[in-house]
């Protein structure tokens, strides 16, 4: 009998979901052949974890898999000494990610072992054949992929429909798209109802008042989707799509479709000359109609100077003020909304003006002249309705003359007045004054960290508190979680397979939720109320392996 004891591990994974509702399945087949390895072992000291690392219906090109992270995580902890695979392209089948992998074990001084294949990773030559045997499967899967692709390409050349959501105004029947006749007519009623309005925001309010809904996508593996109200987006998307004239489009290309087109050329052909008059009439005159006011003036939390950027979507153009990139120097960009900032520097100077105290005492000596008062007090109650609701063409002038600097910190926007320029602005001879101090302002802010920027979060105009932001997605996940929580305590006989079976939902998607359904009420709370951190997010909450203690469960997601 062996001294040492080796801690062992299971770990399994398929890629796709099929077959994965089954009572024993291809990932109970791999633990029990790996199972019964490590039970073959016991003279050399392994011992089974009886926990299970399972990634069911995940890829093996990418490390973003929870069962991996979980099983890397307690290797990394000390409490995993072997990793058992039944082949090694289960673990990873990307070289980069394997070498990411095996810097882990190595540190945690642990190894893994392929149990339908042999060899030794300790010799340069074990890891030699190690490294052949990643190119190949890495090689397959890239190949395969190739393969798909072509596949559906020509697929889609020949005008097959290869799946995807299916648009309104169609089913699906033997992998063939057919018309549906009242949700066809439905979609010609919207194009109609387009030409006659010519706004989408118009057409999405009428359409909701009438009860019409989104269709309803059903799905083999999860719930079910669509069945809501109409978006701008979903609207804009359906206006535009060529499937309704009988087209198929791969890679802004289109090819004659098998199925049956449900919308006339000649309603069609006018219902894109509209949405490319107005989506390019609308581009223009916001580009004309807000430039940016803080140019020269704006500097990031390093003191570095920033500038103007915008991303363009239909008919939408988004500013942005981002740190000037001849300037970086290996600490990350700033990026802050152009529009929120500069309602924001405008309403605070507003405020100002509209504080006749503060205003007495910019006036120093003249605020005895009752009569230079009631200038000045009548004067800047113009000049903050300007800067509160006017054009830019008002409020350019009073933010040149005005502002000196607007400084971006970690917690607070600074701004920087010139009091002579104030004073100039509001009529008032600057001889009167003696005030030449600049004026220090400042709001609050939040800096949150978003890929390789840090972005800012700034409070609504006139808000000096941040306010909440809800995420819907985060409440329905939720919200998913506690119903599936729910169904498992009305069937305390059954296993999560069978419920799953039952329900047919993913048996990997119901564990997940069984676990958030755990999540301590006071969180549960905050992000109902939007209150959560900027960093936990749907992908994010999924991704962490939560304790059951609700005080650690806090410090993982970031509320402590």
């Known amino acids: 009998m062996a001294d040492k004891v080796f801690r062992c591990a299971v770990y399994t994974r398929k890629s796709t979901e099929d077959g994965l509702e089954q009572e024993f399945n291809s990932l109970d087949a791999q633990y029990a052949a790996?199972?019964?390895?490590?039970?073959?072992?016991?003279?050399?000291?392994?011992?089974?974890?009886?926990?299970?690392?399972?990634?069911?219906?995940?890829?093996?090109?990418?490390?973003?898999?929870?069962?991996?992270?979980?099983?890397?995580?307690?290797?990394?902890?000390?409490?995993?000494?072997?990793?058992?695979?039944?082949?090694?392209?289960?673990?990873?089948?990307?070289l980069a990610d394997f070498a990411k992998i095996?810097?882990?074990?190595?540190?945690?001084?642990?190894?893994?072992?392929?149990?339908?294949?042999?060899?030794?990773?300790?010799?340069?030559?074990?890891?030699?054949?190690?490294?052949?045997?990643?190119?190949?499967?890495?090689?397959?899967?890239?190949?395969?992929?190739?393969?798909?692709?072509?596949?559906?390409?020509?697929?889609?050349?020949?005008?097959?429909?290869?799946?995807?959501?299916?648009?309104?105004?169609?089913?699906?029947?033997?992998?063939?798209?057919?018309?549906?006749?009242?949700?066809?007519?439905?979609?010609?009623?919207?194009?109609?109802?387009?030409?006659?309005?010519?706004?989408?925001?118009?057409?999405?309010?009428?359409?909701?008042?009438?009860?019409?809904?989104?269709?309803?996508?059903?799905?083999?593996?999860?719930?079910?989707?669509?069945?809501?109200?109409?978006?701008?987006?979903?609207?804009?998307?359906?206006?535009?799509?060529?499937?309704?004239?009988?087209?198929?489009?791969?890679?802004?290309?289109?090819?004659?479709?098998?199925?049956?087109?449900?919308?006339?050329?000649?309603?069609?052909?006018?219902?894109?000359?509209?949405?490319?008059?107005?989506?390019?009439?609308?581009?223009?005159?916001?580009?004309?109609?807000?430039?940016?006011?803080?140019?020269?003036?704006?500097l990031d939390g390093e003191g570095r100077a920033m500038t103007t950027n915008h991303a363009c979507k239909p008919g939408v153009r988004y500013r942005y003020y981002n740190t000037r990139t001849d300037l970086l120097d290996g600490t990350p960009a700033w990026r802050v909304s152009a529009h929120d900032l500069e309602q924001l520097v405008c309403t605070r100077i507003a405020e100002l003006l509209t504080d006749q105290h503060a205003l007495c005492e910019l006036l120093c000596d003249s605020s005895d002249d009752a009569q230079i008062v009631r200038k000045v007090i009548d004067a800047s109650d113009v000049m903050a309705a300007q800067l509160r609701s006017g054009s830019f063409i008002t409020r350019a002038p009073i933010v040149e003359a005005v502002v000196a600097q607007v400084a971006l910190q970690d917690d607070s926007i600074d701004i920087t007045l010139r009091a002579r320029g104030l004073l100039a602005a509001l009529c008032v001879d600057v001889e009167l004054g003696v005030a030449t101090d600049p004026i220090q302002l400042s709001c609050p802010a939040t800096k949150v960290r978003r890929g390789h920027q840090l972005r800012l979060v700034i409070p609504a105009p006139g808000n000096h508190v941040l306010p909440a932001t809800r995420d819907e997605k985060l409440i329905t996940l939720v919200?998913?979680?506690?119903?599936?929580?729910?169904?498992?305590?009305?069937?305390?006989?059954?296993?999560?397979?069978?419920?799953?079976?039952?329900?047919?939902?993913?048996?990997?998607?119901?564990?997940?939720?069984?676990?958030?359904?755990?999540?301590?009420?006071?969180?549960?709370?905050?992000i109902v109320e939007g209150r959560q951190p900027q960093s936990l997010t749907v992908r994010s909450l999924l991704g962490t392996e939560l304790p059951l203690a609700w005080s650690e469960q806090r410090a993982a997601l970031g509320f402590s």
């Open 34 to 94: 790996c199972a019964a390895y490590a039970l073959s072992q016991q003279h050399e000291g392994w011992v089974l974890n009886p926990e299970r690392y399972d990634d069911g219906g995940f890829s093996g090109g990418n490390m973003q898999r929870p069962g991996l992270q979980r099983i890397m995580a307690d290797v990394a902890a000390g409490k995993v000494d072997i990793i058992l695979l039944y082949k090694i392209d289960r673990l990873t089948r990307s």
């Open 102 to 298: 095996v810097e882990v074990l190595d540190k945690a001084e642990a190894s893994f072992v392929s149990i339908t294949q042999s060899f030794n990773t300790t010799t340069s030559m074990g890891r030699l054949t190690l490294n052949m045997l990643l190119s190949f499967a890495q090689f397959e899967r890239e190949v395969t992929g190739e393969r798909i692709r072509d596949k559906i390409a020509a697929s889609k050349r020949r005008g097959m429909w290869m799946g995807g959501r299916v648009p309104l105004g169609y089913d699906v029947i033997d992998r063939r798209l057919v018309v549906n006749e009242p949700d066809a007519k439905l979609v010609r009623h919207i194009m109609q109802r387009y030409l006659a309005l010519g706004s989408v925001v118009e057409l999405v309010d009428e359409l909701n008042r009438e009860g019409r809904r989104t269709k309803v996508q059903e799905m083999t593996s999860g719930p079910h989707r669509g069945g809501c109200a109409f978006r701008r987006g979903t609207l804009y998307h359906l206006l535009s799509n060529p499937i309704y004239r009988g087209k198929i489009v791969h890679k802004s290309e289109c090819f004659d479709g098998e199925h049956e087109s449900i919308v006339a050329e000649e309603l069609w052909n006018d219902v894109q000359a509209v949405l490319a008059d107005r989506a390019q009439g609308h581009s223009r005159r916001l580009k004309a109609k807000h430039p940016s006011l803080l140019v020269g003036k704006l």
């Open 479 to 526: 919200a998913e979680a506690h119903a599936v929580g729910r169904l498992l305590k009305a069937n305390p006989d059954k296993s999560i397979a069978s419920i799953a079976a039952g329900e047919r939902r993913c048996r990997s998607r119901l564990t997940q939720l069984v676990a958030l359904s755990c999540l301590a009420p006071d969180i549960v709370t905050a």
